[in-house]
Every structure is written in structure tokens, then in C-alpha cells.
């Protein structure tokens, strides 16, 4: 009997019931009942991309804190799709690793095939290569090359990083788990990479498991990709991890040639491969590599280019634990020159390290950083953004403190400081030694250095503003230690960077924290306030100076309040600087889902609209609650304003305004519900601009001052006649009587 490991295809159990739901970590059967509702009703809005085998929603789920990715399989009967979704489900339980896309949980209820996964928010490796239609083909004509696409700005950094976040994925897959897993179908289109740009293996359905004392098995169903299957696995249907590794390096090949492979005439050549091995034989390997990387990491590109041809050999082909370490060696090379570099040489300027406190002192992440680039102080990373005299004027008065300052007043980094945590780092609540309190934010870096970038920009940005509605910065820390590691049996100094940034202390948190779906949420007079706040501070960013600072990122957590409920827009980690262009198109998805507009989704447009959109669901949530963005989609517009004029006229009414002034005020709250509703329109061109929406508020604000200085100069000739009658009976109550009658309890009680 065969020792190979078959996988049992019945039904999986369904364990409501019998799962602790308490371990959000655990996947878990959910009803399909909660996934329509998480996507209200799988709603196009929701959607994230569809494929052959269906679509992929954004929702939200009770019990697990981030926005997850729901795979909605379409309906059908077939044998093999339902093998192939308990063959996904069986395997991802038994997975845990970081380059593994993590399983949420599942739903098969009837005709309904439903898989929950974490949420990529930068999409597949296929999106990142080939931005424009995710799958530009490089033009083969009769075995010759004519790669016409424009050179990617995807830099080496990234794509080596990546590469090893897939190799690591695939290494764990063949080794580590309980029997070896052959992944079957590695390509592009099944690498996701999260918001940090970690790789993530997805795609489980066509995986094969072989006993770790077994080399590999044999299949006469021979499936995956044509362009990146083994051409041994095509000839004799033997399953092994190698099959994986010849897939590894067409997807190595690929993502450093920025080229995708084609079948070749006759059927029995990879265009890609050809290529490079061409170029190899003709000792110009680099012109087989993307034109934009070129120049600094040539040694680097070498080395993989030459990996990945021996991951496609049939000869002395590595396994993929052994191409992870390599790709990971190759740090070791730096940017020295062929010439220069002895093997028994260490290269310090490649060990030159960039790495980032997390909680209680322990390293996050390390990075490579030459030494002539590396900043030795925040004076010089920042000199770049401070010769103007207003930008070094700023800057001398933002304080700088040390790092040892930082781990005092916030009992170094104690969790009970702590009072927010995000993608770029953790937000802690300290206290100055003149009692002033502050948050300092603390950022930790990842693989690919992204949140280097975000700290500069943020840094930057908060530096060129001053606004009422803008969180003001008030210190920063960048400091550089050096400090002693091992490396290779030996000891080296590791550069070591601590990066925060202090604000104002914001006394009521987020908006997030205040937006509620029941009667007793915010007052309708705090809800305008942070409303116009938080146009205010937009049109600020937008038209407040020369070059306009597009923010990319609103939502109502990056929305702060501070003691008096005034809001202050604040996290410019995504933010972009725009000079005189109106919008630009850009390569990288960043965002939270649910805030961006379409034609970022689809055309990665980037324009002053983009945060129109963002604003608008914002207000949209305001208004009408948590659930609001998705009540507006799912009713006519019609409906749905109705709906927000009667909840906000019940909770009103119970004030006791006066009739006019309640008016009023459900009319504000309808120009508020259309100008949002305006602001979410799919064409940019449709939806308002700034100082349209901030006319339409005071022209709101200015009915109310009428209808309110009406009613004053009636109170007071009411008041006049009922005195002087009051007087003469001895009463002393006539003030009050008429004031209420006109609202002034609603003015002294909501401080109108």
C-alpha cells in the first residue's frame, strides 16, 4: 500500500456549536446569512475583483478586528469545485506562517461556496507587476522578444523581498508542515502581498500533500498554469516539491524582468526563460532585467537572474528552503563592485542595519542601509525639507527628544500607556516635565522599508501645516545607535533607528470611538461641528498653500477629537505632496478599504476627489451611523434621505426647540445627507469641490443665526409687555417661560 497521504474530500463538518468562537484566530464556519450581511448583500461597492471562479468582497465580521476578503465561488454543481474548496479549507486549517495568506473561516450552505480570508490590501504580485490590466503579456512573435512595456518603478528592494517572502512560504509548505505540501499553482496571481508588502501564498485548491518520507507522488491529472509548470511534472505526472521550485523560479524570473512568460510555439518552451538564458550565454544577463533597476543592486540581479535559471534547470535544481537562504544572502552584497568584493570579505555598508523598537524594546525588523546613505541625525535626513526659512523656523521650534526621554514618560512603552495601534506603530499617552500631555507615536519598520518613507512624508507634511483642524506636532525622535549583533560567527555594530512623532494629546480619542447606530450617539450640533472641522481642515490641505496636500487616507480614525470635540485631521503617513498637477496615476494601492473612491480601484487615479470621496462616507457615517455607507447604497436616494430626516427629527424633537428652529436644523441635516451623498458619486467629475461644500454648510449656518436672532428680537418685545404685566402681579417667571418657548433651553443645554 502506498505510503502517499490522500486527502478525505467529505463534506467538511460544520461545527457551529461545537467551535470556540472566543479564538478569533480559529478559523470558522459562517453562515451565509453573516457574509451577506458583512457585504451588504455583496453589493458592488464591496467588491474587490472577479474572476472565473467568481467575485471577492471587503466586509467586516463580528469577532475578527480587520476588514477580511470573502471569496464568493460561483454557484454550481460541479464535483471538482466542491473537491477543491474542502481540499482549500483542510489544508489552510493546518497553516500557520507569515507568508501564508491566513483562512478566516468558510460557508458552504447549500449551492454556496464562501471562503474568508485576511484581507491583502495591496493586492497579488500579478496586480503589482502588470498595474494597468493585471496581466500585460509580452508580445512573442514566432520565439523572438519584443518586451515594449514601459519599466515598472517597482524597486530592487521590494521585489527581493518579496521573493524571499515566497520562497519562505514555499519552504514551510515542503518542510515544516505535517506532510509536505505541493502547492501545484504558484504564479503571480496566487502571491498576495498585505499592507506591509509581505508575500502571502494563496490559492489552496489544487495543493498536493506527500509524506515527508516520500519524495513525491504520481498524478494523471496534471493541472496548474501552462507557463509555469515543471515540463518533467507535464511529461510523467510525478508530484514533487520540485515542481514548486521550477514555479519559484519562473516567478523570480518574472518579477525581476517585469516580463510575463508565454509557451512558446511547438509547445515546449518558456519565452521567458529563453530570454534569459540567452542573455546569460552572451554574458548580458542584466538586459534580460526591468530597465529600472539598473544601476545600484546590478551585482544583486545577477545573482537571482542566475538563481532563478537553476531553479528552472532539470539539473542540480535547489530546494526551496535553500533558494530562500540564497536570495536572503545576497545582502551581503551591497552595491560593491564585482571587482572590490573578496568572498571572505564582510561587507559592513550591507550590514549596516535599520531597525525599530517595538513594545518593551525588542527588535521588529532589520534593514539594509548603506552607510554613505544612512542619516546620522534627524538634522540631516530632514535637511532636504527645511531650507526654506518658514520650513527651519518650524523646525527649531519642534522639539527633539531622545529616545531614553521617550521610555520615561511613557514607563517605557507600557502597555498601559498605550492608547492606539496601526499598520505604521503604536500610539502611547505621555506627560512633559511641565505637564503638558502629548501622544508619541512610535514607528516600526517592515521588509520593505515602506514605513521609512511614511514617517519622512508624514514628518514633512505636519512640518508645512498649522491649521485649527490639523493635529498639531510638537517633537519627533529619530536617533541612530549603534549596537553589537552576531552576523555569520562573528560580532558586527548594527545601526539602530528609533523613529516617533509627538502631537497634541487628544482628549477624546477618534471619531471612530463616538460613532454609534443608536439613538443616543453624538448631539446633532457636535455632529455639525466636527463635519465643518473636518471640511475646514481639507480645504486647507487642498488650497491652504502652493503646493496642495492630497491626505489619502480619511476615515474616521484618523479623524481626532480633542477636549472640546473639535476635530483635527491627522496619520499623513499616505499622504502625497502635489505640485501642479490637478491628479496623477500611481502605481501602489495604499488605503483602507471602504474610503477609496472607484477610479482609484480601477484606473489608480489620484486627485483632490479621492478625499472628497473618503470625506463623504465619513459624513455619510456621522449622519447615519456605522452602517449608514451601506443603508445609502442599498435604498434610492430618496428613501434614504427620508430615513435620516425622521431619525434626526424624533431625536430632536425631544429637546424641546422651538418649531421654527427645529426646522431649521432638519434642513442642515439634509444638506449635510446631500452634500455627502454628492461626494460619494463613482465619477470624480460629479462630486462638489471644497469651497462649494463649505458654502452650502454656512449658508445652512446662516438660516439658523436668522430663525435664531427672529426669535430674540420677538423674545424681547414679548418680553417687554409680559414684565411689565409680571410686575405689576408680582410674577418673575415670564423670562423664563418665553425663553423656553423660543429654545433657549435647547441653547443652554447643547451650548448653541
Not at 88 to 97: P, T, V
Not at 262 to 284: A, H, M, P, T, Y
Not at 557 to 584: C, E, T, Y
Request: glycine fraction near 8%; charged fraction near 25%.
Amino acid at each position: 500500500m502506498s505510503n502517499i497521504l490522500l486527502l478525505n474530500f467529505s463534506f467538511l463538518e460544520k461545527e457551529n456549536g461545537q467551535q470556540s468562537y472566543s479564538e478569533v484566530n480559529v478559523p470558522r464556519h459562517f453562515t451565509y446569512e453573516e457574509l451577506a450581511q458583512a457585504t451588504s448583500n455583496f453589493n458592488e461597492y464591496r467588491k474587490l475583483g472577479e474572476g472565473a471562479f467568481g467575485a471577492v468582497y471587503g466586509g467586516t465580521l463580528a469577532g475578527i478586528d480587520r476588514t477580511v476578503a470573502i471569496k464568493k465561488i460561483r454557484e454550481t454543481t460541479s464535483n471538482q469545485t466542491k473537491m477543491a474548496f474542502h481540499n482549500e479549507i483542510k489544508i489552510m486549517r493546518q497553516m500557520h506562517h507569515r507568508n501564508i495568506l491566513s483562512l478566516k473561516g468558510w460557508c458552504e450552505e447549500d449551492k454556496h461556496l464562501l471562503v474568508i480570508y485576511e484581507m491583502t490590501e495591496n493586492g497579488s504580485l500579478e496586480d503589482l507587476l502588470y498595474p494597468k490590466n493585471g496581466a500585460m503579456d509580452t508580445a512573442v512573435h514566432f520565439g523572438t522578444y519584443n518586451n515594449t512595456r514601459p519599466s515598472s518603478p517597482l524597486s530592487w528592494l521590494t521585489r527581493r523581498n518579496i521573493l524571499i517572502g515566497i520562497a519562505s512560504g514555499l519552504a514551510y509548505l515542503h518542510n515544516e508542515c505535517p506532510a509536505a505540501i505541493v502547492h501545484r499553482d504558484l504564479k503571480p496571481a496566487n502571491v498576495m502581498l498585505d499592507r506591509n508588502w509581505n508575500a502571502k501564498l494563496a490559492d489552496f485548491g489544487l495543493v498536493t500533500q506527500v509524506r515527508h518520507t516520500e519524495t513525491s507522488r504520481f498524478t494523471d491529472n496534471v493541472i496548474g498554469t501552462r507557463s509555469y509548470i515543471d515540463p518533467a511534472y507535464m511529461d510523467t505526472g510525478k508530484v514533487s516539491g520540485q515542481c514548486d521550485v521550477y514555479s519559484l523560479g519562473v516567478v523570480l524570473l518574472e518579477t525581476i524582468c517585469g516580463e510575463k512568460p508565454i509557451i512558446l510555439q511547438g509547445g515546449n518552451k518558456n519565452s521567458l526563460i529563453e530570454k534569459v538564458r540567452e542573455c546569460d550565454d552572451n554574458n548580458r544577463i542584466l538586459d534580460a532585467a526591468d530597465k529600472g533597476l539598473k544601476g545600484q543592486f546590478d551585482k544583486e540581479i545577477k545573482a537571482a537572474l542566475r538563481l532563478g535559471l537553476q531553479c528552472v534547470s532539470p539539473d542540480n535544481r535547489p530546494h526551496a528552503g535553500r533558494v530562500r537562504d540564497r536570495l536572503t544572502k545576497l545582502l551581503e552584497y551591497g552595491n560593491t563592485s564585482e571587482e572590490t568584493k573578496e568572498a571572505s570579505t564582510v561587507n559592513l555598508e550591507a550590514l549596516s542595519r535599520r531597525c525599530i523598537l517595538q513594545g518593551e524594546g525588542s527588535i521588529m525588523a532589520t534593514q539594509t542601509y548603506g552607510f554613505d546613505e544612512a542619516p546620522q541625525s534627524a538634522g540631516s535626513m530632514l535637511s532636504s525639507s527645511s531650507r526654506d526659512n518658514d520650513m527651519a523656523s518650524k523646525l527649531q521650534n519642534t522639539t527633539c527628544l531622545t529616545i531614553r526621554v521617550l521610555q520615561e514618560i511613557t514607563d517605557n512603552f507600557s502597555e498601559k500607556r498605550k492608547i492606539g495601534q496601526g499598520a505604521c506603530g503604536k500610539v502611547y499617552r505621555a506627560e512633559l516635565q511641565n505637564g503638558k500631555e502629548i501622544a508619541v507615536k512610535v514607528l516600526y519598520n517592515n521588509v520593505v522599508m515602506i514605513d521609512d518613507v511614511q514617517f519622512q512624508r508624514e514628518f514633512e507634511n505636519l512640518m508645512r501645516l498649522e491649521h485649527h483642524n490639523i493635529v498639531r506636532l510638537v517633537g519627533y525622535c529619530y536617533e541612530t545607535q549603534h549596537q553589537p549583533i552576531q552576523h555569520m560567527g562573528g560580532i558586527v555594530f548594527a545601526e539602530m533607528t528609533y523613529k516617533a512623532l509627538c502631537f497634541e494629546y487628544m482628549q477624546n480619542g477618534s471619531l471612530e470611538e463616538h460613532l454609534s447606530d443608536e439613538g443616543d450617539g453624538l448631539e446633532w450640533h457636535t455632529c455639525y461641528n466636527i463635519i465643518k472641522g473636518a471640511w475646514k481642515g481639507l480645504q486647507y490641505l487642498h488650497k491652504g498653500s502652493d503646493k496642495p496636500i492630497y491626505h489619502l487616507d480619511l476615515k474616521p480614525g484618523n479623524i481626532l477629537l480633542d477636549k472640546n470635540m473639535v476635530p483635527k485631521l491627522a496619520d499623513f503617513g499616505l499622504s502625497k505632496l502635489m505640485g501642479d498637477q490637478q491628479s496623477i496615476i500611481t502605481k501602489t494601492l495604499m488605503g483602507t478599504i471602504g474610503y477609496m473612491p472607484k477610479e482609484y480601484f480601477i484606473g489608480n487615479i489620484v486627485s483632490n476627489k479621492f478625499d472628497i470621496f473618503s470625506l463623504g462616507v465619513v459624513m455619510i457615517k456621522i449622519i447615519a451611523g456605522r452602517e449608514g455607507h451601506s443603508k445609502s447604497v442599498d435604498m434610492s436616494r430618496r428613501k434614504f434621505l427620508d430615513l435620516v430626516q425622521r431619525n434626526w427629527r424624533d431625536k430632536m424633537q425631544e429637546t424641546c426647540l422651538a418649531r421654527r428652529l427645529l426646522e431649521a436644523y432638519c434642513k442642515q441635516v439634509n444638506v449635510c445627507t446631500e452634500i455627502a451623498l454628492s461626494c460619494m458619486d463613482t465619477d470624480r467629475h460629479k462630486r462638489p469641490n471644497i469651497v462649494d461644500i463649505i458654502h452650502q454648510l454656512n449658508g445652512t449656518e446662516a438660516v439658523i443665526d436668522r430663525v435664531r436672532s427672529d426669535a430674540l428680537t420677538r423674545s424681547e418685545v414679548a418680553l417687554g409687555h409680559d414684565t411689565t404685566r409680571a410686575s405689576r402681579r408680582g410674577g418673575g417667571d415670564a423670562a423664563h417661560r418665553l425663553g423656553t418657548a423660543w429654545g433657549w433651553r435647547w441653547r443652554e443645554q447643547r451650548k448653541l
